[in-house]
């Protein structure tokens, strides 16, 4: 009789034998054979096979042409196979490629001959940040920080938009808080460090501001509203909020009812957490009965939270658009925020200029334009911009601003600075003896003396054909 401990071992051998015979077969389905050895390397039994990659259809647009220094902007708009050729440089694209983003972007597709080295994108489509979505089509919103143009370190911007009675709930940030109301009309509410309360009606094109720490809501009045956000810190992010909702969800209800002397019950329906964008009762149309007021009063005139830049006068204006000004001069309570909407008409350019003390945060409300940054030490880019998109510009660099269409491009030029200003390099030349100007740009007199005293600040030019 076999003893039973060498069944057991027969019977474990042949579990092994079994499984090793399992993985060792061919697994199931059709097999491939073997690639040939021909096939690394050089063989000659390899041939060529010649493909016309230039057969392509297309037509090269006005200017394209031209001298690649000369840098016409590129209409491709209505073109067929668009190509990156410019004067003498570049050649035929035959794909792959989705030829949308070109015609959005041709200084990028066949970029002027004065681009040259390396600038940090400048530039970023609000239309492809995520959406944030609010609670019961409340609104939503999306905005642009470092994770998409990492040279904003100092500013970074949300686009909001609230329907009619939504509320973007009761908040404060960590970072200061500059809006510009792009259509509709806002009611804004806040409470300051010294329990004076404020609270007003914005229409399109008003500006609001909020100190860091002060809590604030925002609601949408009759026919909502959408407006754009710019705060003082690059990273800035929506989801980094300090938020009402969250602080009563996130303090245990026995120190809420200590808190405000109330029972346990009185917090039974609180949410849960975040609201963020939700509906709410529309407000009424009398501001009056929103406007409570404790012993300590409202908020000083002076420190007012908001500007009517709606009904303010332009501060230039000229045969290629308008600037409208807004800083600390009219604005106190925003001391470190200065700004522009720049109204620039059909082929004119914002002049070429440049900040001196601060980083330039820009958003485009309409039109369509391109932006020439130069970087120093050789280094020059252009970038291509439409209505929603975003561009940053760090401080010192040169930059102009022209429109490319065939309407006006309008647009807001943020700084972090105690009032607006910036270094036109038109005056700066007028300005230098010209002897000097002739001797380092190789000038004749009769070009220098044609340079201007005074700021342009915006100059007309041809439309794009």
């Given at each position: 009789?076999?003893?039973?401990?060498?069944?057991?071992?027969?019977?474990?051998?042949?579990?092994?034998?079994?499984?090793?015979?399992?993985?060792?077969?061919?697994?199931?389905?059709?097999?491939?054979?073997?690639?040939?050895?021909?096939?690394?390397?050089?063989?000659?039994?390899?041939?060529?096979?010649?493909?016309?990659?230039?057969?392509?259809?297309?037509?090269?647009?006005?200017?394209?042409?031209?001298?690649?220094?000369?840098?016409?902007?590129?209409?491709?708009?209505?073109?067929?196979?668009?190509?990156?050729?410019?004067?003498?440089?570049?050649?035929?694209?035959?794909?792959?490629?989705?030829?949308?983003?070109?015609?959005?972007?041709?200084?990028?597709?066949?970029?002027?001959?004065?681009?040259?080295?390396?600038?940090?994108?400048?530039?970023?489509?609000?239309?492809?940040?995520?959406?944030?979505?609010?609670?019961?089509?409340?609104?939503?919103?999306?905005?642009?920080?470092?994770?998409?143009?990492?040279?904003?370190?100092?500013?970074?911007?949300?686009?909001?938009?609230?329907?009619?009675?939504?509320?973007?709930?009761?908040?404060?940030?960590?970072?200061?808080?500059?809006?510009?109301?792009?259509?509709?009309?806002?009611?804004?509410?806040?409470?300051?460090?010294?329990?004076?309360?404020?609270?007003?009606?914005?229409?399109?094109?008003?500006?609001?501001?909020?100190?860091?720490?002060?809590?604030?809501?925002?609601?949408?009045?009759?026919?909502?509203?959408?407006?754009?956000?710019?705060?003082?810190?690059?990273?800035?992010?929506?989801?980094?909020?300090?938020?009402?909702?969250?602080?009563?969800?996130?303090?245990?209800?026995?120190?809420?009812?200590?808190?405000?002397?109330?029972?346990?019950?009185?917090?039974?329906?609180?949410?849960?957490?975040?609201?963020?964008?939700?509906?709410?009762?529309?407000?009424?149309?009398?501001?009056?009965?929103?406007?409570?007021?404790?012993?300590?009063?409202?908020?000083?005139?002076?420190?007012?939270?908001?500007?009517?830049?709606?009904?303010?006068?332009?501060?230039?204006?000229?045969?290629?658009?308008?600037?409208?000004?807004i800083d600390p001069t009219i604005f106190p309570i925003a001391s470190q925020f200065s700004?522009?909407?720049?109204?620039?008409?059909?082929?004119?350019?914002?002049?070429?200029?440049?900040?001196?003390?601060?980083?330039?945060?820009?958003?485009?409300?309409?039109?369509?334009?391109?932006?020439?940054?130069?970087?120093?030490?050789?280094?020059?880019?252009?970038?291509?911009?439409?209505?929603?998109?975003?561009?940053?510009?760090?401080?010192?660099?040169?930059?102009?601003?022209?429109?490319?269409?065939?309407?006006?491009?309008?647009?807001?030029?943020?700084?972090?600075?105690?009032?607006?200003?910036?270094?036109?390099?038109?005056?700066?030349?007028?300005?230098?003896?010209?002897?000097?100007?002739?001797?380092?740009?190789?000038?004749?007199?009769?070009?220098?003396?044609?340079?201007?005293?005074?700021?342009?600040?915006?100059?007309?030019?041809?439309?794009?054909?």
């Amino acid at each position: 009789m076999v003893p039973q401990y060498q069944l057991k071992l027969s019977s474990v051998l042949l579990a092994i034998a079994s499984f090793t015979h399992l993985t060792l077969s061919a697994p199931t389905g059709t097999a491939s054979a073997a690639a040939p050895s021909s096939l690394l390397g050089y063989n000659a039994a390899n041939k060529v096979i010649n493909e016309d990659t230039d057969d392509i259809s297309y037509t090269l647009v006005p200017g394209q042409t031209d001298t690649a220094v000369i840098g016409a902007f590129l209409d491709f708009n209505n073109q067929a196979h668009p190509q990156p050729i410019r004067g003498s440089k570049g050649g035929t694209d035959p794909g792959p490629r989705t030829e949308e983003y070109d015609i959005l972007n041709p200084d990028k597709l066949a970029p002027p001959g004065t681009d040259h080295g390396g600038v940090s994108n400048a530039q970023w489509p609000m239309g492809l940040s995520h959406m944030k979505l609010g609670l019961g089509r409340a609104g939503w919103s999306r905005q642009q920080n470092v994770d998409n143009i990492p040279a904003a370190t100092e500013m970074a911007g949300v686009d909001m938009r609230l329907e009619e009675g939504a509320y973007r709930e009761l908040h404060w940030h960590k970072a200061a808080e500059w809006s510009y109301v792009l259509n509709g009309s806002v009611r804004v509410e806040a409470v300051n460090e010294e329990g004076q309360t404020f609270v007003d009606d914005l229409n399109a094109g008003d500006v609001w501001f909020f100190p860091p720490g002060v809590p604030h809501s925002l609601q949408g009045l009759k026919g909502g509203v959408e407006f754009l956000l710019v705060f003082d810190d690059g990273s800035f992010s929506e989801d980094n909020t300090f938020l009402a909702s969250e602080v009563f969800a996130h303090n245990p209800k026995e120190i809420l009812s200590k808190n405000f002397d109330l029972p346990l019950s009185a917090w039974d329906n609180i949410p849960a957490g975040e609201l963020f964008i939700f509906p709410g009762t529309k407000a009424s149309a009398d501001i009056s009965t929103q406007n409570v007021v404790g012993s300590a009063g409202l908020v000083p005139i002076a420190q007012s939270y908001t500007y009517h830049l709606s009904q303010k006068a332009n501060d230039h204006e000229t045969a290629g658009g308008s600037v409208k000004v807004i800083d600390p001069t009219i604005f106190p309570i925003a001391s470190q925020f200065s700004a522009a909407v720049v109204t620039v008409k059909p082929g004119a350019l914002r002049e070429i200029h440049w900040h001196t003390t601060s980083d330039e945060w820009n958003f485009f409300v309409a039109g369509s334009a391109r932006i020439g940054i130069y970087a120093a030490q050789g280094n020059a880019r252009t970038f291509d911009y439409h209505a929603g998109d975003t561009g940053y510009i760090p401080k010192a660099m040169t930059h102009y601003v022209e429109n490319v269409g065939k309407d006006d491009v309008v647009f807001i030029e943020v700084l972090q600075a105690d009032h607006f200003s910036d270094i036109s390099v038109g005056q700066w030349v007028g300005l230098t003896p010209p002897q000097i100007v002739m001797d380092t740009l190789n000038l004749t007199n009769s070009t220098v003396s044609q340079f201007k005293k005074e700021k342009q600040y915006i100059v007309p030019g041809s439309v794009v054909a």
